[in-house]
């Protein structure tokens, strides 16, 4: 389908000069200034305005890139926090009033209007008018107070860890024990893990009350009713609106949480319990030992892009280039940030991994979540702008989340097993239906939490305990442990550091399905039409990049049921 790749070289640099690093605010400044003064007299010269800026802006985004990932790397490490902190505090809040003059001199530029017919740059002004709207000098102070205050949710995080055992592990090693085969083990490390979570409790509950109230302010200096709806603006949801949202919640309530249901009666049957307990989630309801996916971050790199590769050639070239190139840290360690994500690095076009896999199966759907990221990044690099290689993201989880199940078929190289591999299986498409509520809690409780900012403590705890309720499965037996289910959702990072980033995962987790389903029928269509999809960044509004993969942006209770009639189907298969 592709062709051979070799390990990517830095575009030639047309504006900066090829030796530039950032340093200081002063050296990056001229630049700026630069392109203030540019006439632009020509479509010619407007054409290469937006390429000079473009690079200007990839280099700046890929030096807050590497700062931003060698602290999460290495939380611990005094000099890359205090890096990536005088960016933040010193760099970005001056950017942001010249960025915003930038954008007023294209948009007032003649010559635009012819150039806004061409593929993907009405998508571009779209969203730049977006940006003109919604900036105000009075923000940035308050964006960089935001920013340092998600700092301390990943220092927080990072420094959780417990001691099992008389041994010291990191909160997702201790995690891999609640899939242990002695119930009393799961009960003793599961409380052990909320007990180190609760120590925490009120200085995160604290953290976030500050957040609301920073970005508060934010959306009434913009002049909007509220966070949430700045948000929407910010994030440039062109394509639905919170009411759209609001029916996701009730599809996903109405056709997704049944299924739910039934999954946890059937595991309380298999686990012959007589209570579900949470320590209960994650065990083999047959009492077999945990699914060992790969030994170590070596491995899992070396079976990853297997999988890849058999893919499609290319895809497997592509995380091949990223292990080569030192794009990858896999591994759960102490002073390693919580999560994973996939960051890509705007200038060389080759994105960074990072994970804190163990040895588990979620693991290893995480390398295929974060690869399918990085396979995006790489259709799109050599799209002729920055902003066109942006896509919105709910395009962006498409192309994770559907990596995650079109991959199935070639699960057998970690899986040898033909029991092991159904049983990987099996349990990932559990887990995928179980995602979904978990989406619609986690977003229709940030929607709350912004249209009344300045609830109460016990308000927020009511309320999560409400909307936790609505879209859980009823079975679980949360006695003596309401303290915990009170405060579980400080472990969702997204609250803390990409506020309304999660709905996206719902809308893509849909989209993923459907373009499994195609794949299902016909691979070598339905992998084109994967592929297709993601070669358009953000040179296309979402309904049509999701039409070009041959699916559709929906989320109404009808087409939510077609698809979830499709996944019984597959289970049934399996």
């Known amino acids: 389908m592709s062709s051979a790749s070799s390990i990517p070289k830095r575009p030639a640099r047309q504006f900066l000069p090829e030796d530039f690093k950032v340093t200081t605010w002063e050296a990056l400044k001229p630049y700026f200034d630069q392109l203030l003064a540019k006439e632009l007299s020509s479509s010619d010269q407007l054409e290469k305005w937006l390429k000079d800026r473009s690079e200007l802006e990839s280099i700046i985004s890929e030096d807050a890139g590497w700062r931003y990932i060698r602290m999460t790397c290495y939380t611990e490490n005094e000099e890359y926090r205090k890096s990536y902190q005088d960016f933040v505090e010193n760099i970005q809040p001056h ?61 927080i995080s990072g420094a959780m860890a417990v001691e099992i055992d008389g041994k010291e592990m990191t909160m997702q090693q201790a995690g891999v024990l609640l899939m242990s085969t002695d119930r009393e083990k799961r009960a003793s490390v599961y409380r ?275 909307i936790l309720d609505e879209f859980s499965e009823g079975v679980t037996d949360w006695s003596g442990l309401q303290e915990g289910k009170n405060y579980m959702w400080q472990k969702q990072l997204h609250l803390y550091e990409v506020p309304f980033y999660y709905i996206e995962y719902g809308m893509a987790q849909l989209g993923a399905i459907a373009v499994w389903r195609n794949y299902r029928m016909d691979p070598q269509k339905g992998l084109q039409g994967y592929m297709n999809a993601l070669k358009l960044g953000y040179m296309k509004t979402i309904p049509e990049i999701y039409e070009a993969a041959g699916i559709r942006f929906d989320f109404s209770k009808a087409y939510i049921k077609e698809l979830m009639d499709f996944l019984k189907a597959e289970i049934k298969k399996i």
């Not at 017919?117 to 009405?122: A, F, P, S």
């Open 192 to 466: 052990t893990i909320l007990e180190r979570r609760l120590k925490d409790k009120e200085t995160l509950d604290q953290l976030f009350s500050e957040l609301i109230q920073l970005r508060t302010k934010v959306a009434f200096n913009a002049d909007f009713a509220n966070f949430r709806d700045y948000m929407f603006k910010s994030y440039g949801r062109f394509d639905y609106t919170p009411e759209d949202c609001f029916q996701f919640h009730e599809a996903i309530h109405s056709e997704v949480v049944p299924i739910l249901s039934q999954m946890a009666k059937h595991r309380k049957e298999r686990l012959k319990v007589p209570t579900l307990r949470p320590w209960d989630k994650a065990v083999d309801p047959e009492g077999r030992e945990p699914l060992k996916a790969f030994n170590d971050g070596k491995e899992l790199t070396e079976k990853a892009i297997e999988v890849f590769t058999r893919l499609d050639p290319y895809l497997g070239q592509c995380l091949g280039i990223m292990r080569e190139m030192g794009h990858l840290d896999l591994d759960s360690r102490k002073g390693k940030a919580p999560g994973g994500y996939n960051y890509p690095l705007a200038e060389i076009g080759v994105p960074f991994i990072f994970m804190n896999a163990t040895s588990t199966l979620r693991d290893m759907t995480t390398i295929m979540h974060e690869g399918g990221h990085a396979v995006h990044n790489f259709l799109t690099m050599d799209l002729p702008l920055n902003d066109f290689k942006s896509p919105p993201m709910e395009v962006a989880e498409l192309a994770s989340m559907s990596m995650e199940l079109i991959s199935m078929d070639h699960w057998n190289i970690f899986f040898e097993s033909e029991a092991d591999l159904k049983r990987a299986k099996l349990e990932h498409l559990e887990d995928l239906i179980a995602t979904l509520p978990w989406v619609a809690t986690i977003d229709k409780y940030q929607h709350w939490i912004y249209e009344n900012p300045t609830h109460s403590l016990e308000e927020r705890k009511a309320n999560w305990n409400r």
């Open 95 to 155: 950017m942001s009033p010249l960025s915003d003059a930038l954008n007023k001199k294209l948009m007032s530029c003649e010559y635009l209007k012819s150039l806004e017919k061409e593929e993907g740059y009405d998508m571009m002004v779209r969203n730049i008018r977006k940006e003109i709207e919604l900036f105000r000098e009075a923000n940035i102070p308050l964006f960089t107070e935001i920013n340092m205050k998600t700092q301390q949710y990943g220092q």
